[in-house]
């Protein structure tokens, strides 16, 4: 009977372990910010949305991948539940970029911003691609989401405050406060580059420091593509609408402008606004001599290809209290709102019209134009 005793004593602890255990994994398992049923990530902490950051930039042999869920978050929701998510305040890096994005990042809260904010975020990375997400090849969205007080910077190319890269990249509802963005090209408030649609966003400083800004001058491709909203707008029928940069310096060699660096043909720019800024191309006659002309404009910087077919439409723009300045000599290709519609266009090719300047300025609405050169000159 004492043997008994004994063992059924030692099977009870046995039991009872084992329990502890499953209990344990359970809610192990329950602290992950995962449903697989739903392919859906809810971030509620900072925790939550450096997992995703984490998970993304996994081998592809790592053991700590999940069956089911891809790096890329390809047709995933990224769901940010937090009103407010806050980085400590630091020196060093404290963000590694999320790695070729493809899923949908959706604020989703019932505060009457109608967005979460991501703030305090340090991003330096020795390579293409700073921001919240790096580079991608996919088709992603955001939504609903503000980033402030933060920084990013490339030591090359692409850089942005929610993607460097952003490939065919759609924003709706997205906002940068207070930030700085640094590359040697492809550098916007938003995103570096994109062949998708902006709708609704904002880059906001009150700080004359807060800037987005390309860092060289030494080549013909170097400094370009920079914009309050975005460095390059690809070719395609982008469609960028009821965006606002207000109170920030853009910052580049040539092709700088308030919204938009460059804008390839069959794009749109819409009832978007620019008010309180300084936009600056730091291009001298050295780019001329090297291929390139230095140009700023308070909406585009410069249009690029575009066709009788696929025309460039520039339309009920607002600039407002801003300037518009270049270093190069004389007033060349910068113009309140287009810096330079390009000596290799016509005027059937792109559409300029019912944008309006509040203020007092001394540009021309188009500061280079295909229908009177000499303007330039």
Request: include cysteine; proline fraction near 3%; hydrophobic fraction near 35%.
């Amino acid at each position: 009977m004492k043997m008994k005793s004994i063992f059924a004593t030692i099977l009870a602890g046995v039991m009872a372990f084992s329990m502890m255990s499953v209990s344990a994994f359970a809610a192990e398992t329950d602290d992950l910010p995962y449903d697989i049923s739903t392919k859906t990530v809810v971030v509620d902490s900072k925790e939550d949305l450096e997992w995703v950051s984490s998970y993304s930039n996994l081998d592809s042999d790592s053991n700590a991948l999940i069956d089911g869920i891809p790096t890329t978050f390809k047709d995933w929701k990224i769901n940010i539940t937090k009103d407010e998510i806050v980085f400590p305040e630091s020196e060093t890096p404290n963000w590694t970029p999320i790695k070729n994005f493809q899923g949908t990042m959706t604020g989703v809260t019932e505060n009457e911003n109608g967005y979460v904010t991501i703030s305090g975020l340090n991003v330096s990375v020795n390579g293409d691609g700073a921001g919240l997400c790096g580079t991608t090849n996919g088709r992603p969205h955001f939504a609903n989401i503000k980033i402030a007080d933060s920084s990013f910077e490339a030591s090359t190319n692409y850089a942005g405050a929610f993607m460097g890269s952003g490939f065919v990249s759609y924003f709706d509802n997205c906002h940068a406060e207070n930030v700085v963005v640094t590359a040697n090209r492809f550098v916007g408030g938003i995103v570096g580059t994109t062949y998708g649609n902006i709708t609704n966003c904002s880059v906001t400083g009150t700080d004359t420091k807060i800037s987005v800004r390309g860092t060289s001058i030494l080549s013909p491709t170097s400094g370009d593509n920079v914009g309050g909203i975005v460095g390059l707008v690809g070719e395609g029928n982008t469609v960028i609408s009821e965006c606002l940069v207000d109170g920030i310096t853009v910052t580049g060699a040539r092709q700088v402008a308030g919204i938009a660096g460059a804008v390839q043909y069959g794009n749109t720019i819409k009832n978007c606004t620019v008010q309180n800024c300084n936009i600056e191309s730091v291009g001298t006659g050295l780019l001329i001599l090297r291929g390139a002309t230095p140009c700023a404009g308070g909406i585009v910087g410069q249009l690029a290809a575009a066709s009788d077919t696929q025309k460039i439409s520039i339309i009920d723009n607002t600039v407002e209290n801003t300037s518009v300045t270049q270093k190069r000599t004389g007033t060349k290709y910068i113009g309140w709102a287009v810096g330079d519609a390009n000596t290799r266009l016509t005027t059937e090719q792109y559409v300029i019209s019912g944008n309006k300047y509040i203020g007092t300025t001394d540009l021309d609405e188009v500061g280079f134009n295909p229908a009177n050169p000499s303007k330039a000159n």
